[in-house]
């Protein structure tokens, strides 16, 4: 679904474009100018995109049929002076805008209403799965990122032969093995049938945790590793075909420092901005390998919410999500001239 | 006459596109995988009359059998045929991709093709736009649909269709700025042709074929997708036959070391959305060959 965008620049020399010496004293200060105001537009337009989603994630509880009030309260049966008197405390009373106004200054300071399951507020039941939830997302991003960039670079440097077969193979059928999939499979196989690994819950204490974690993380990555492998062939090939990598070839510079320095490194843009685009699915899929593995975490409280009618909870979560997205997204862009040095010149140098 | 507008205006003989389409069938793996699908939407049309139990119907002394003569597929733990809820349940789990593909690629031309044809200020506005849609992954959409309107399929079809909206309306937008900058085009707006049919009737056609293998890749998405939404629990209710809802019934018999129940529908939606894939790539690669743009 989503590719490597194609680099369609010039064969440049490696390296920031060089700016004459002469000038470079008055140049400086325009420059760095320059990337102030890059940096505070780029950010300017991550706080748009966060408000416009804010928006889209609050009004949505108007598109629930009937009242917002009794929608809010399903499961409980309310007297009607009860039902005001939530009616005043939710601020149904006030005009739409300001209702939503009044959220958002609860949200940015981290208040994001009452759990009705729970009892307590959302941030609370929210913050106490966070840490079983970061941890499973950490430990599969670490297996996307070196089994994917890791089996993405054999790939393209045997393109062609039976082992890039071979990988190519495994990553169509790893892009369509959905998480669920993967976690039956790793249940049944290493978990029920070779007691290798437990089969749910969290564990308790750091070892047993982690020993919890290992088959949900590998269940969460496949998915993810997969694509991760398939964009980093793709743009270490493109990078392969490129002159300058030629012209150090013949050269006589050792291929394995041309592959590092020349090839992987400027693949690494692409890579990583597409690596960022697959966040929000990710975190999405962490619904399901919890479900699947009965682990307590925000995944699973998103899924438990939504079939316990909890609305504040569920509302809470998918702004998280997509809020994490969005400012995930925005870090990559902000970090691109770090990662290549020619996109903070041009803005478009590769 | 060009020779470029007419190489176009020979693109637009529509049996030749029809024949080259026919004739995608190009390694061993893609024709496999093409009857493979055949196979299952066959199934998916035939299910009710070559079941051959009822799916619903559990019998409470055969649970968790294992492949038998009775049972083909062995049964789950209420005693259900596995074999004969996986032939009715594709019909469930093949018609609500083919719904979210449909709702979301009609729309994504439309906007595709609106924002291609307006440029400007329309397109750059358009543009912010999807970029906050492509926030909402579409699985988290569909749940948030489900906790909006309930369990069910409605909501979170219509969800996950506009979800899938912004990236068949880029590639729309993309393939029509492409074509706009051709002769043909400018020769039907010189000649005074609209511009809906400009775009639609001369402009769309000849991007379809590319559209239709993005269609296909995302059909397997798509049925990914709602596998999961009902893995959940919260998408296609028992004991209404789905895939994903079959993998989450056969949970608790896997702990018991009887994973077959969830496994035959798991190996049937793995299969389908690789052929799908493996189907929608050799239609692009095909597209590719043939026109080099």
């Not at chain 1, 919890?212 to 270490?236: E, G, K, Y």
């Not at chain 1, 998918?318 to 770090?338: E, H």
Request: aromatic share 6%; net charge positive.
């Amino acid at each position: 679904m989503t590719e490597a965008p194609a680099g369609t620049a010039p064969p440049a020399p490696a390296g920031p474009v060089p700016a004459g010496p002469a000038q470079a004293a008055p140049a400086q200060a325009p420059a760095v100018l320059a990337r102030a105001g890059r940096v505070l537009r780029r950010l300017a337009a991550m706080a748009a995109t966060l408000l416009v989603t804010s928006f889209l994630v609050f009004s949505s509880l108007y598109l629930a049929p009937g009242d917002p009030v009794s929608f809010l309260v399903r499961g409980r049966s309310p007297g009607p002076e009860q039902l005001a008197e939530l009616r005043h405390q939710y601020g149904f009373d006030q005009p739409f805008l300001l209702r939503y106004w009044h959220w958002l200054e609860g949200v940015v300071q981290g208040d994001f209403g009452r759990s009705h399951l729970f009892h307590q507020d959302v941030s609370a039941v929210i913050w106490s799965r966070l840490p079983s939830s970061l941890l499973l997302v950490t430990t599969a991003a670490l297996i996307i990122a070196v089994v994917g960039v890791g089996a993405g670079i054999v790939g393209a440097l045997r393109r062609g032969t039976r082992t890039d077969r071979t990988l190519m193979l495994l990553v169509t059928i790893g892009a369509a093995a959905p998480a669920f999939v993967v976690a039956l499979l790793l249940r049944s196989l290493l978990g029920v049938r070779l007691g290798w690994f437990p089969t749910i819950g969290n564990g308790s204490g750091v070892l047993d945790r982690l020993h919890h974690v290992v088959l949900p993380a590998i269940a969460l990555a496949v998915t993810f590793t997969a694509l991760v492998t398939r964009v980093t062939r793709s743009a270490m090939l493109d990078e392969l075909r490129r002159e300058h990598v030629e012209v150090a070839l013949s050269r006589g510079t050792p291929r394995r420092t041309v592959i590092r320095r020349h090839v992987l490194r400027n693949a690494l843009g692409p890579i990583v901005t597409v690596s960022a685009l697959l966040v929000s699915g990710m975190l999405v899929s962490t619904a399901i390998v919890e479900t699947a593995f009965g682990m307590s975490g925000v995944g699973s409280l998103l899924v438990q919410s939504v079939d316990q009618l909890d609305f504040q909870v569920v509302q809470a979560i998918v702004l998280l999500v997509v809020a994490a997205f969005v400012v995930v997204n925005a870090l990559v862009d902000l970090l691109q001239p770090l990662i290549d040095p020619r996109t903070a010149a041009g803005g478009s140098a590769r | 006459m060009t020779p470029d507008t007419r190489a176009a205006a020979a693109r637009l003989g529509r049996p030749a596109r029809l024949t080259r389409l026919r004739a995608l069938g190009g390694s061993p793996l893609q024709r496999t995988c093409l009857l493979l699908l055949a196979l299952f939407v066959l199934a998916a049309a035939a299910a009710p009359w070559i079941a051959p139990q009822d799916p619903t119907f559990g019998s409470l002394g055969d649970t968790l059998l294992g492949p038998g003569a009775g049972h083909w597929l062995g049964t789950d733990q209420g005693g259900h045929d596995t074999l004969s809820a996986l032939l009715v349940g594709t019909r469930t789990s093949l018609v609500g991709p083919l719904a979210v593909v449909v709702f979301s690629t009609v729309t994504g031309i439309a906007v595709g093709l609106f924002t291609a044809w307006r440029g400007g200020r329309t397109d750059a506005l358009a543009g912010r736009v999807l970029d906050v849609l492509f926030a909402f992954p579409a699985l988290l959409l569909a749940i948030l649909a489900v906790a909006l309107f309930g369990k069910g399929m409605t909501a979170p079809v219509l969800a996950m269709a506009i979800a899938y909206m912004p990236y068949t309306a880029r590639l729309v937008r993309g393939l029509a700025l492409q074509e706009k900058a051709r002769p043909y085009i400018a020769a039907y707006t010189v000649q005074g042709h609209s511009a809906l049919f400009v775009t639609v009737r001369r402009m769309l056609p000849n991007i379809a074929p590319t559209l239709l293998a993005q269609a296909t890749v995302n059909f397997g998405y798509a049925l990914l997708d709602l596998a999961a939404l009902s893995f959940l629990g919260l998408g296609v209710q028992p004991p209404t036959p789905d895939w994903g809802a079959m993998i989450n019934q056969g949970q608790a018999a896997v702990l018991q070391g009887q994973p077959l129940s969830a496994i035959v529908p798991a190996v049937a939606v793995v299969v389908v959305v690789v052929a799908f894939t493996v189907v929608g790539e050799s239609l692009s690669d095909t597209i590719a060959g043939r026109d080099p743009r």
